[in-house]
């Protein structure tokens, strides 16, 4: 019982000291709409409009965190400080979804919190009232007596004591059993205007997934290209110079030493092939020719070599991130083989071109068509390497051909 009246006292403070705040926020939409509107004379809302957003979010907060403290629950901070210059502070105040809510929350605090203040008042107030009243009830006039419990007039002190308990017994359980369920109802509705729905949490989840997983694919990237040129510069010119000593050491074997000089052929060609079966998985691992020659160089020397004449058509894709650069590199190559080994085609076409935050590969030839990528075309290998990215592929290969394979990588930086 103790809680509940505990529960009753703090419901009651929390309405009634956000009542005249409910108020006055009726004044907050022509306030934004004026300042919106004061943007053409002399350009005084480009200052003023940003600042009254800030203001609001300010008074949403105050707002939020006390919804939050009557119910108990955490909230993070909210408060938000202007950029330098009036075109960044309206970009930032108008792309900021906190700003919707904020709006959205002033109709709402307008809608809930006044009727709840109201209700609020006239609970506790009345008890005050019927206290003050009945105690002085032999100043009202004997025509005009005061009236309590709605319409039973009060004639002496035993009436007034009767009447005016009464009064207080009903507007104290009206107010044990309404406040607290009006205060937990309009903080709950404030934070519900207030914090990001359920879609706007899984947004702003995946936004930092995507963003936590571009910075681990940089990652990912610079070390491989780490590990390549430690490779290249340590182990394989280690094992060059292994495959020169044992070549020398097989010349100047004296006669008669066979059995050595078959030891040191075997050594001598099991070094050169760990030699290209390193080669092999540096070029698997990130390709020597993208950190040496870029991306456009890489693809060049990708069709020169090509089985199929290929032509090479690089737009402005600016920088890309190492993993996206490796995948492209590695799809290019695959298509370029598999229109060599099944298409039949006399020539084909490679473009990349940047749109927005996505890469787009697109390979055609002029082939027979008809993919099937159940028989091993390698497009599965291909489907693979972009849905590594989060990327999408589409194959386009009807029977008699052409063949179009385009590919988006997302490559947001």
């Known amino acids: 019982m103790r809680e509940r009246w505990r529960d009753v006292w703090r419901g009651g403070r929390y309405l009634l000291l956000g009542l005249p705040g409910a108020i006055a926020t009726m004044l907050v939409p022509p306030l934004l709409a004026a300042a919106a509107l004061s943007t053409g004379l002399a350009g005084a809302g480009l200052v003023i409009f940003p600042r009254a957003l800030v203001a609001l979010r300010r008074w949403a907060e105050w707002n939020r965190r006390r919804a939050a403290g009557l119910l108990g629950v955490p909230v993070s901070s909210r408060y938000v400080s202007l950029s330098q210059g009036i075109r960044a502070q309206w970009r930032q105040v108008l792309d900021d979804p906190e700003t919707r809510r904020d709006i959205g929350w002033v109709w709402r605090h307008i809608a809930t919190g006044i009727p709840a203040g109201l209700a609020a008042l006239a609970c506790i107030g009345t008890a005050v009232f019927t206290v003050v009243a009945a ?55 404030c934070l519900a205007a207030l914090e990001p729905s359920d879609a706007d949490q899984l947004a702003e989840r995946v936004g930092e997934l995507s963003e936590s997983r571009a910075g681990v694919l940089d990652a990912h990237g610079a070390e491989l290209r780490r590990i390549e040129r430690d490779l290249h510069d340590g182990t394989q010119a280690r094992l060059v110079a292994i495959a020169m000593q044992l070549g020398m050491a097989r010349e100047t074997l004296p006669e008669g030493s066979e059995p050595l000089a078959e030891l040191l052929r075997h050594a001598h060609e099991g070094a050169e092939e760990a030699m290209s079966e390193l080669r092999d998985v540096i070029r698997t691992m990130y390709p020597p020719i993208l950190a040496d020659r870029g991306l456009a160089g890489a693809l060049a020397a990708l069709g020169a070599r090509s089985g199929v004449p290929a032509e090479v058509d690089l737009g402005e ?42 890469l787009l590969i697109e390979v055609t030839d002029d082939g027979i068509g008809g993919v099937a990528e159940a028989r091993g075309t390698g497009v599965i290998g291909i489907r693979r390497r972009a849905a590594a990215l989060d990327g999408t592929v589409l194959v386009t290969s009807p029977v008699g051909g052409p063949t179009s394979i385009t590919v988006e990588l997302p490559c947001g930086l």
């Open 317 to 358: 894709v600016g920088r890309l991130p190492a993993a996206v650069e490796a995948a492209a590199y590695f799809i290019v190559a695959e298509t370029l083989a598999n229109a060599a080994k099944h298409s039949c085609a006399t020539r084909v076409l490679v473009r990349l071109t940047r749109a927005g935050d996505s």
């Open 135 to 189: 105690s002085l009830w032999w100043l009202f006039p004997a025509d005009a007596p005061l009236r309590l419990l709605t319409a039973i007039p009060v004639t002496s002190w035993s009436w007034a004591l009767a009447l005016g308990g009464g009064q207080i017994v009903i507007s104290g359980l009206v107010a044990f059993w309404a406040v607290p369920k009006l205060a937990r109802f309009h903080a709950r509705t």
